[in-house]
């Protein structure tokens, strides 16, 4: 049995995520999620299974799964994963998206493929690793399910989104994705981010998968921002 070290309270612990209990007991899951893309829905309200923004334009994917809410103390976790290279917290917020995606593609006809939003090579190469693709290898080897990294790749450097508008961020990537080989369909594809904040992100790396011809196409992200 390995002891793992809590990265949030410094106990000990065996869970093989490696947060103790009682923190990981304390994270933000998903409380009244939208049905369709993880979008916390008022607790009171007229739409009881979906979003607004769901109901009345529909996204390109068919259900994105989050693990947690982006609130704290997720957000500051999932920040020392990506900017200070913290992989333990990493593998530890991906062992809990798998525990939450266990049974998730029980009824699915094909076995889906992982495909880690890609990074552009100027970011990976300022950055030294692409977060998604990181967690899309521990879901693959906790889930049984493989991983598409090259299959998918960032076309344009579209800096950051921080800062613009929802509608400016999805002309902002237009195009800035492509399949490397369009003639490989893959039946059913789960895309994997780290956090999902307007989904004009995955809405794009959707609808490349829905063109190519995709049925069944699904998203799983550390962290949903609503
Ligand atoms: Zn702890
Ligand atoms: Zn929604």
Not at 86 to 102: E, K, P, Q, V
Request: charged residues 20%; positive net charge; aromatic residues 6%.
């Amino acid at each position: 049995m390995m002891i793992f070290e809590c990265p949030l309270c410094g106990s000990s612990t065996q869970n093989a995520h490696g947060l103790c209990s009682e923190c990981d007991a304390l994270l933000p899951r998903p409380l009244r999620p939208c049905r369709r893309c993880s979008a916390e829905l008022a607790a009171q309200g007229p739409w009881r299974d979906y979003c607004e923004t769901c109901l009345l334009a529909p996204p390109s994917f068919d259900r994105c799964l989050t693990a947690f809410q982006y609130v704290f103390p997720v957000r500051e976790l999932i920040a020392g994963f990506k900017f200070r290279a913290d992989f333990a917290i990493g593998r530890t917020l991906a062992l809990l998206l798998a525990a939450r995606m266990a049974n998730a593609w029980s009824d699915a006809q094909d076995t889906p493929v992982l495909i880690p939003v890609p990074l552009h090579r100027s970011r990976l190469r300022a950055r030294g690793f692409n977060q998604s693709a990181l967690i899309a290898e521990a879901l693959a080897a906790q889930c049984n399910l493989t991983v598409s990294r090259q299959h998918c790749r960032r076309v344009r450097d579209t800096h950051s989104q921080r800062g613009l508008r929802a509608a400016e961020r999805g002309s902002n990537l237009q195009h800035a994705f492509a399949l490397n080989n369009p003639d490989l369909v893959y039946p059913h594809v789960v895309i994997v981010d780290d956090v999902v904040t307007t989904t004009a992100t995955i809405e794009e790396v959707a609808r490349l998968y829905r063109r190519a011809g995709t049925r069944r196409i699904d998203v799983a992200c550390l962290a949903r921002v609503s």
